[in-house]
Structures are given as C-alpha cells and as structure tokens.
C-alpha cells in the first residue's frame, strides 16, 4: 500500500497568495475609510460601515455554514466525509477570528453614534414610527449585543470542543467500544451545535444583523433564505481546498465519488436557495402590500422607475439558479475538477453579489428622495478578496497542524470505500 | 422470435464475481447480461456498461412539462380567457411559476418512469424468460452469447475456471412476450429446459 501524506506543508506560492489578497484587501479598506469613511457625512460613512459588514457577514456565514455542514453530516451518521473532515474541521477554524470582526462592526454600528445602517438604534427613529415600537422588544440594543455575543462564542466553543474530539483519535487507536462512544459523543456535540444553529442562523441572528438594515420591513422567510445563500458557498468552498490539496497530491483517499456528492449539494441548495428566493419574491408580489414591497422596490424599482440594482437582481438569479442547473446538472460535470473548480468560484461571487443586494440598498437609499443608488463595487469586492485571503491564511495554517487523515476515525472505511 | 443459444454460470459471492467479470472479458466472449438479486455498486463499470441515457430523456419530458405549462397559461389567460385577478397583468410569470414547475416534476417524473419501465422492459403482463430463478434470491447468474465463433465448450471451461458453482448451455428467449410462463415456454419448443417450479 502507498503511504498517505499526513501532513501539509504550505507552499510558498499559496502563502504569497493569502498575504497578497490580505493585503489588497485592507488596502482597499483604507482607500474606503478615506473616502468615504472619514468623512463628515454620515450617509458617506455608512458606506464604507457597509462594505465590511457585508463582507464579515457573508463570509463569517460561509465558514459557520461549513460547521453546519460538518455537524449535520456527523449528526445523521454520514460516515462519506471522514476523508475530507480536517479540511472542514481546518475552515471552521476562521468562525471566531471573522466572528470578532463582524461583532466588532456590528457593535460599532449599533453603539456609535452613526444609525444609518441600523435605524432601529437610534431612540428618535423608534418614538416617532409605529413599526419600530412594537418591534422593539426583539430589536433593540441590549438583546441585539447579548445575544450577538453569545451566539458566535457558543459557535465558536462547540466548534472546537468538536475539533479537539475529532484530535483526540489522532495518537490512540480505538477499540471497539471506544469507537462506539467516540460515535456517540460525535454525534451529540453535533446535535447541540445543530440546535444552537436552528436558533442563530436558521430564526434569529438574520434578523438582527440583516433583515434590520430595513427596519421597517419584515420576511418571516428571510432566515432560510440568508441560510441557503451561505450553505451553498461553504459546500463549495470544501470542494474548491480539496481540488487544491488533491492537485498538491494530498488527500489520497479523497476521490471523484466524494466531490460529486458535494456537487449534489452545491447542486441540490442551489434550486433550494431559488425556491426560497421565488417564494419570498412571489408572496410579497401577489399581496401587494406597500409595507413589504418596499424591498423589493428598492432592489427591482417599478416599470416606470427601474432600481439601479435590477442588474445585480437579475444577474444574482442568473448566477445563483440558471448556471448551477445548467452546468452542474450533469454526473459527469461534477465529476470534472475543472467544472467544479469553475462552479466554485461562480457560486461563492454569486452568494456574495446576493448578499451586496441584500445589504446595500437599505444603506444607499437616501431618505429625501427615496432613490437608491449603486456604490462603486469594485472596492467591497477587493475587500471581499481580503476575506477570501483570510479564510485561505487560517484553513492552510490550521491544516498544517494536524494530520490530514483521521486515520482511527470508526467511519474511515466507510468513506474510503464511497460510492455515490 | 430470438430464442439464442447461451452460456450460463451461477456465482454465489460478490468476491468472485468480480474478479470472473473481468476475466471473462478479457477472454473476449459476449457478456449478454448477469442477473444479481440486488444491485451491486460497481459491477456495471465492471462489465463496461454505457451510462444511461434516462437522464437526456428525463430533461428532454421536463422541458415539454415546462413548455406545455407555459404555452397553456399564456393562451387561457391572454388570449383564450382573459381574467383581472386583483389588478395584476394578464401576463404575470411570477403567478404561473408553481404550476409550471409542478407540471415540469409530472411530466419528467411520469415520462422517466415510462420509459425505465420501456428500457428494463417491464410491464404488467410482459414476461421475460429467467435464465436461473435463484437469481432473484441468492445467485448472481452470468449469461455468455453464443455466436457462431464461440467454442461452447472453452466457454464453459472458462466460467468454470473463474469459479462459477453452476454452469450451463440453455436456450433463452430474449426478448419479451405477453402472456403465461407455463403455456410459453412449450411455445418457443424449450423442452430440454423445464422452467423452475
């Protein structure tokens, strides 16, 4: 039998990679602040306040959706991703660091005196709308900092308490009952994470972070949708390290029959994400109520006064639903490396364009003239690759940590043996 | 009729069939198909089976789902039977979406399971001859075509080599028929072959 590679050793190329993208990522930032971030204008600031928000959300979102890939996969016994857990196990580790990031933002936002983003923060909006009152009980600064807080530590916490039980196997062959109660404590630290998770990601924290740009409006369908558009780029950002590392020659025992199955995922949420997209959009378009077409308003405009956003609106469905059904609706291009790679990249820019659609014309929107406007997105890309960079960093850093394998893992001949 | 002259070997272990399959190809004889009583992952690429093609036709009936939903409604309620439905367009996509994606999942669900059932052959009443009926319980039966170059009795050796536990010269009907197995099989004249009681 040939040896496995064990153990990563980052290229120097790759390290390059991340430091640069890091680097054009944070210079971008600056450019921002100096812009726009430094001036006296509060609606001037409040786009450069959004451009990092946007960007740790979406992809603080991203890498907590590759711990809920990992736990639910765990939770139902799903023995095929054992091969490829430490590249998940090696993202997640970027939830706390992008998590302080975002909780720092997002504080700033709410505490400091700029309310443009979160309107709901500031006490002269609250007493003189109606909407705001009676939400006031869920939206308001107390609960939004508590509970902020405690949902990405409690992320953060079970995540590497499942980390450390997923090392805890690395130097002790298990026997067979050991194995059992290794399965066991697996599979309820995963369903802990997962209830954790239908709290936080799946009711409650879009809300408070997203769904408040617009204060006035509400979806009780939000939340999945939110979710949908981030497990979709968390599969794909799996699938896109492993392409890498098996490219590298690592991940031996990875092969064609795990990446497809990933590809069902990316492929399967894709239409998931639209149906909820559609059903959120339809509602809201059969009712007609001016208090919830608002959004969309913004985003689409009317026939007569389009929003600048149509473009993004459409491209958004164009790259988020034609493209996966179209290009990975075949066996064969899940299984092609090239596609996939290619897919992968479309899929997390697609997911972050939805995510600059979501947060940016609540932001620009000006409260004279009710008219929204596009920002230059050139610069919240570049910062986007900043994170991108980030997440690169930690994945390579913490990977080359730890074995590559879980070599007594109960489950690995399971996955070794895979066949979709 | 098409009643052909076959080799048949009965394996009783996964572990021999594969190894049997690759060498009997590679020996060059005609595998016309092996009968498992449950599906076996793998064995298809083993056998060098092409992929099929259910999938082009299942996208083929779910495009006329789609087509035919939105040729319809467009006609009732543009042309045919314009209604105003709280103010909206006569023309409103967003409205139609559920009943077209609905009569996109009948259609290519229906369509796909026709034509699996055209392409496994089956169908009430449509009878296939059984080469081994332990192959629907505990027996993966291998059946070899005997063409006119086929030395029948290398063959046989060469099955038994690869270890089946059973091995057969038979004559089979291949294709299907309508009807009862007792009063069939004396009508394709298969005496020397009593169907399994």
């Known amino acids: 039998m040939t040896t496995i590679k064990e153990q990563f050793v980052i290229q120097k190329r790759y390290s390059t990679w991340s430091m640069g993208l890091m680097a054009v990522g944070i210079l971008c930032l600056i450019i921002l602040f100096i812009t726009h971030g430094a001036k006296s204008d509060q609606r001037e600031q409040a786009r450069f306040w959004a451009s990092l928000l946007q960007n740790s959300l979406y992809f603080l979102l991203v890498t907590n959706a590759v711990m809920f890939f990992m736990c639910a996969t765990t939770l139902s016994w799903g023995g095929w991703q054992i091969t490829f857990r430490r590249v998940s196990e090696a993202i997640s580790v970027a939830v706390p660091v992008i998590g302080v990031i975002s909780i720092i933002v997002m504080l700033i936002l709410v505490f400091g005196s700029n309310h443009v983003i979160y309107a709901w923060a500031d006490p002269n ?42 090392r805890s196997t690395d130097d002790n062959p298990l026997t067979l009952d050991e194995g059992k109660r290794f399965t066991w404590t697996n599979t309820v630290w995963a369903a802990i994470y997962l209830v954790v998770f239908a709290l936080s990601v799946m009711s409650t924290i879009p809300w408070l972070w997203l769904m408040s740009i617009n204060a006035h409006w509400y979806s009780t369908m939000y939340s999945w949708y939110t979710w ?22 690592y991940l031996e025992l990875t092969n064609d029959e795990h990446l497809h199955d990933l590809g069902k995922f990316m492929f399967a949420f894709s239409i998931f994400w639209t149906y909820l997209w559609f059903s959120q959009y339809m ?33 958004n469905l164009i790259i988020n639903f034609v493209a996966p059904i179209l290009i990975l ?42 008219q929204t406007r596009v920002p230059f997105m050139l610069l919240d890309f570049v910062v986007g690759l900043g994170f ?15 074995p590559m394998i879980i070599k007594h893992h109960p489950f690995l001949k399971e996955s070794i043996i895979h066949h979709t | 009729m098409a009643i052909k002259k076959f080799v048949v070997g009965s394996f009783d272990d996964e572990a021999v069939l594969f190894p049997a399959v690759r060498s009997v190809r590679r020996s060059g004889y005609k595998m016309h198909d092996i009968y498992t009583p449950f599906p076996i992952h793998g064995l298809d690429k083993a056998m060098g089976l092409k992929d099929t093609s259910l999938d082009t036709a299942g ?95 290398e063959a046989v050796a060469c099955l038994e080599r690869v270890g089946a536990k059973d091995v057969k010269i038979d004559r089979r009907e291949t294709r299907w028929w309508l009807g009862r197995y007792d009063k069939d099989t004396k009508m394709f004249g298969m005496k020397e072959t009593e169907p399994v009681a």
Request: glycine share 6%.
């Open chain 1, 125 to 166: 909006n609250v007493k003189q709308s109606h909407d705001l009152q009676s939400k006031s009980p869920f939206l308001n600064k107390g609960f939004f900092t508590v509970w902020t807080l405690l949902i990405v530590s409690l992320w953060s916490l079970i995540g590497a308490r499942i980390r450390k039980l997923s």
């Open chain 1, 228 to 249: 949908a558009s981030t497990f979709v780029p968390a599969c794909a950002l799996i699938a896109i390290f492993i392409i890498y590392l098996k490219n590298q020659g």
């Open chain 1, 283 to 315: 509602l809201i378009w059969y009712s007609n109520q001016p208090e919830e077409t608002t959004y969309f308003i913004d985003r689409l405009g009317t026939s007569s006064n389009p929003s600048p956003y149509k473009g993004i609106f459409f491209l």
């Open chain 1, 329 to 370: 609706m075949k066996r064969g291009s899940k299984r092609n490396w090239t596609t996939m790679t290619f897919m992968c990249v479309l899929l997390i820019f697609g997911h972050w364009l939805d995510f600059y659609q979501m947060v940016f014309p609540g932001v620009m929107k000006d409260p004279v003239t009710c």
């Open chain 1, 388 to 402: 991108i960079g980030l997440i690169m960093f930690i994945t390579a850093r913490s990977l080359s940590r730890m």
């Open chain 2, 59 to 153: 996208f083929i009936y779910g495009i006329t789902g789609t087509a035919t939903a939105l040729g319809f409604i467009s006609w009732v309620f543009t042309y045919d039977w314009p209604l105003n439905i709280g103010g909206k367009p006569h023309f409103s996509l967003p409205a139609w979406i559920p009943i077209t994606f609905e009569l996109t999942v009948l259609f290519s669900a229906v369509g796909m399971f026709l034509t699996f059932c055209y392409l496994c052959q089956m169908a009430p009443f449509v009878k296939k001859d059984h080469f081994n009926l332990r192959s629907t319980d505990d027996l993966f039966v291998m059946a070899l075509e005997c063409t006119d170059r086929t030395n029948e009795a």
